[in-house]
């Protein structure tokens, strides 16, 4: 675009002299050449000629010039030759327009491909980044999407690739480490590692505004394999727990501790990978956007009908509704309780504020006509595994109520990502071994002492609905005893083999 001020530049005198001096000077050079060749026998035959041949030269100047400037861009280099370093760096640029299934791309070759998550470090240096990718070009690897995370020295470059699969891990490594990168780390990836971090931050931040239950799982997804605890400020008894973290959080190599708004510490580790400043950056901003929106649920109601015909709603629940869930408690006999808490039935009150925090999961209750709290199911995040609990009133067991909360906590878990439930009762309480089993999913066992946990390890969706759709009827199909129990407290899932210590705890 040409300004205004430029096109209207003032007019020189001095242009209009040079320009008259060049005319004169050429016409005065053009006479003497037609003086000295017209004056010879051939003279104007020369000069025809020459004008001739300057006419054919225009002619064709003109027509390559039109032909070069609409002709296609020309192809990339053949797959036989190394692809360039420019080339590769645009194909990590839009990385997300690149195509994801196997044996497709002119990186890796015709042949099948596999992805890979890779992650190293390298030196802050003009070069560094564009040796690992000649090594990567050299081995017919297509760069998919590239992330660079600043360090105080150096760099961790973190790519998604696609490459032969014929390549090894240690191969791709030792190359990797002979370019200058250290500390590599590689693992297998899928197509859901396709979506670009921005697209992918954004979602996380819509879900985890829509539910405060959400955050923890945002920051799992948005971490990779890592394992998150909420520990708060007070424990269940009422005693600080000396938990507390500083409003920036604190940052220690494969661990990161973050201020809960709702109080206390959510720690994060990730001991096979230490984290980044801009991790640590992307996960606090998570936990402000929770902090700066306050407590929220999605409030969604389903109404069903009961065998007999009593109409009974399922819906959220938090920590609005202490009271009526120790109303609940009221009306429940201590044998129900007993099931449930494992412990003095006094107590019982005391784990409903830490059960109804969405920081520790999701609840479902079950509420009737006059607004009557009936039945609760917990869903409770327990580091790398999840929890189910469930509590029925003593007047509402054998109604189908407990197999209908279990149905919905089970798909709940799947469409967080979950790869298993478990729940920790009593081997006498045949209830709860009957809503399991009422899953028709892999089930595994295991008691000590009395004390029984039993684990279902989540299938796809679509089996997943097809095994509880049969409870989303209109009638509800006749129940089983639904006084069931499960461990309300933080067990850490890798103490399976104790199931007793874990019922304790």
């Known amino acids: 675009m040409t300004s205004a001020k430029t096109a209207r530049r003032p007019h020189h005198w001095r242009r209009d002299l040079i320009e008259l001096a060049a005319l004169f000077t050429a016409v005065a050079v053009a006479d003497a050449i037609a003086n000295l060749i017209g004056h010879q026998p051939d003279g104007p035959y020369l000069l025809v000629a020459s004008a001739v041949a300057l006419v054919a030269t225009a002619a064709f100047h003109t027509w390559w010039a039109r032909r070069h400037s609409n002709a296609p861009p020309p192809a990339g280099p053949a797959a036989s030759d190394p692809t360039p370093v420019a080339a590769i760096g645009s194909t990590a640029a839009t990385g997300a327009g690149s195509e994801a299934g196997a044996g497709a791309g002119s990186g890796a070759g015709a042949g099948e491909t596999v992805l890979w998550r890779m992650r190293t470090t390298v030196r802050d240096a003009p070069g560094s980044l564009a040796a690992l990718c000649l090594v990567l070009a050299r081995l017919r690897i297509d760069i998919l999407t590239l992330q660079t995370h600043p360090l105080a020295e150096g760099t961790v470059d973190e790519f ?46 819509t879900r985890t505004a829509l539910d405060a239950a959400e955050l923890p799982l945002a ?23 000396g938990e ?91 044998g129900t309780l007993g099931l449930r808490y494992h412990g003095p039935v006094g107590d019982a009150d005391r784990y409903l504020d830490h059960l109804l925090s969405p920081r520790f999961g999701r609840t479902l209750a079950v509420q009737t006509a006059s607004g009557k709290l009936v039945a609760l199911g917990h869903l409770l995040w327990d580091g790398d595994e999840t929890e189910v609990a469930l509590l029925v009133e003593d007047d509402w067991q054998r109604r189908g109520i407990g197999s209908e909360l279990l149905g919905r906590l089970v798909q ?68 089983t005893d639904e006084r069931t129990a499960a461990q309300p407290t933080d067990a850490r899932p890798a103490q399976r083999s104790e199931p007793a210590e874990r019922a304790r705890r």
Do not use: K
């Open 244 to 334: 507390s973290a500083p409003v920036e959080g604190v940052l220690e190599e494969t661990v990161m501790r973050l201020r809960d708004p709702s109080g206390g510490v959510i720690s994060v580790e990730r001991p096979h990978l230490p984290f980044t400043p801009t991790e640590f950056a992307r996960a606090r901003a998570l936990v402000e956007l929770d902090a700066r929106l306050g407590p929220r649920v999605p409030r969604s109601e389903d109404i069903l009908t009961l065998p007999e015909g009593n109409e009974i709603t399922v819906r959220r629940a938090d920590r609005s509704d202490l009271a009526a869930a120790r109303a609940m408690h009221d009306r429940c006999s201590p």
């Open 219 to 241: 920051l799992r997804q948005l971490l990779g394999r890592c394992t998150i605890h909420s520990l708060p400020a007070v424990s269940i008894t009422g005693r600080p727990t």
């Open 412 to 479: 709940l878990a799947e469409e967080a990502g979950c790869d298993s439930v478990y729940a920790v009762t009593q081997s006498r309480n045949t209830g709860m071994v009957a809503a399991m089993r009422a899953l028709e999913l892999p089930l595994d066992y295991q008691i000590e002492e009395g004390t029984l946990v039993i684990t279902a390890r989540l299938t796809s969706a679509t089996e997943l609905r097809s095994a509880t759709e049969p409870t989303r009827a209109a009638q509800l199909p006749g129940a």
């Open 160 to 205: 998604l690739l696609r490459a032969p699969a014929s390549l090894p891990a240690q191969e791709l490594t030792r190359q990797i480490s002979g370019a200058g990168g250290t500390a590599t780390w590689i693992e297998r990836a899928d197509t859901h590692d396709l979506v670009d971090t921005p697209t992918r931050v954004l979602s996380l931040a």
